[in-house]
């Protein structure tokens, strides 16, 4: 089982940033998509921002512009730089890692999830 951890998430105002990381092994860091998604109460969960490994990324539209996903291979961290806020980015936010080959890694099934991060933006 691959392990993912989550940190980063916290209370912020609108308008404001934050940055999550996710921790997984270098194993991990060999998979084909690695990608954030997030899940608000009473709503279905969303892709957020996704990379293959390639370093191809793939953006929800709400997100775009606001949001940027990087990682670090040396320190095998996933990264979501969230700036420009809304209310309506609260949730909590999960990372995860699969291995199979998509040309779009906001798309299809992950087999690998972190525990998640909590992220809530005040009006």
């Known amino acids: 089982q691959v392990q993912l951890v989550e940190s980063g998430g916290g209370s912020v105002q609108a308008g404001g940033s934050l940055k999550l990381s996710c921790t997984g092994s270098?194993?991990?860091?060999?998979?084909?998509?690695m990608g954030w998604f997030r899940q608000a109460p009473g709503k279905e969960r969303e892709g957020v921002a996704a990379?293959?490994?390639?370093?191809?990324?793939s953006y929800a539209g709400s997100v775009k512009g606001r949001f940027t996903i990087s990682r670090d291979n040396a320190k095998n961290t996933l990264y979501l730089q969230m700036n420009s806020l809304k209310p309506e980015d609260t949730a909590m936010y999960y990372c995860a890692a699969d291995a199979s080959w998509r040309s779009n890694c906001l798309l299809g099934e992950y087999t690998n999830w972190g525990q998640g991060t909590q992220v809530t933006v005040s009006s």
């Open positions: 270098r194993y991990t860091f060999s998979y084909n998509c």
């Open positions: 990379m293959r490994s390639s370093g191809a990324t």
